[in-house]
């Protein structure tokens, strides 16, 4: 019964089925793994972000600087516009512009990375007087996030020089040209004391995204992806007429 199955073509054609299915379920399980880890990060987003306010030390006082983020925190210390860096390519209320990331110089001579805001694309360049800080001690408070890294197919930075634009918060790199050590994340503003002088920077609310996501539908549809050429074997198969006749059932014309 069949017995044409155990042809080449049919045992190759099997081959390339059974590969197929292996690699969409492989990306199925996969998926169903991002699931379970955007599960985890919206837990601990959520229960970090309801702790009480620290200093910015005390947070990151562990040796993994992960237990801190979505922290609020707060600092004192100094400005350093002269290592101010736009952070290009932003968007507030559908509005495009920048971003202002500036160092500040905690009393114990580290430097935390500060997003001080957003502003419009007329400011295209750093240290701008619309944008200038308080220029003594500041004490800050806003929510510890993550350094920003570049995806696969991302924008390379250059790693030599002094950058005065960047395209993601990638802290790695600003330290670089800092004499300073620096904090592994860094702060977005939520108030400041003193405040700014005029209206800009205009601070923004971290507003964290706390759903599941596509990966569950990704996951079924692999699955199914997974299915069609199982499927497809089985009814090609089944109404071969050569399978036909190896059952002694008339073939169909």
């Known amino acids: 019964m069949y017995r044409f199955l155990l042809s080449r073509k049919w045992i190759a054609a099997l ?11 492989e990306l199925g399980l996969w998926q169903l793994r991002r699931l379970d880890e955007r599960k ?5 987003i959520s229960a970090h972000m309801h702790l009480p306010v620290v200093p910015v030390g005390v947070a990151l006082s562990g040796a993994d600087a992960g237990d801190a983020l979505y922290r609020r925190v707060t600092a004192t210390g100094r400005y350093d516009v002269s290592q101010e860096v736009l952070l290009t390519g932003r968007a507030l209320n559908d ?8 160092p500040l110089v905690t009393s114990d001579g580290r430097g935390l990375i500060v997003n001080r805001g957003f502003v419009s694309l007329a400011i295209s360049k750093p240290g701008d007087p619309q944008t200038k800080p308080p220029a003594g001690e500041v004490t800050v408070t806003g929510i510890l996030l993550p350094s920003e890294q570049r995806g696969f197919l991302g924008q390379k930075e250059p790693l030599n ?5 960047i395209v993601r918060v990638d802290v790695t790199r600003i330290r670089q040209q800092l004499p300073y050590n620096v904090f592994p994340t860094y702060l977005l503003l939520s108030t400041q004391q003193p405040g700014q002088a005029g209206s800009l920077p205009q601070l923004e609310s971290y507003i964290p995204d706390l759903s599941n996501g596509p990966h569950f539908s990704y996951a079924i549809q692999w699955f199914f992806f997974a299915s069609i050429p199982i499927a497809a074997y089985l009814v090609i198969a089944w109404r071969t007429p050569r399978g036909k006749q190896d059952m002694n059932l008339p073939a169909s014309k």
Request: hydrophobic share 50%.
């Open 161 to 165: 020089g002094h950058l005065t634009s």
């Open 95 to 102: 509005r495009p512009g920048n971003d202002v990331l500036t």
């Open 40 to 44: 985890k990060l919206n837990a601990a």
């Open 15 to 25: 081959a390339v089925v059974v590969v197929f299915g292996v690699m969409c379920v």
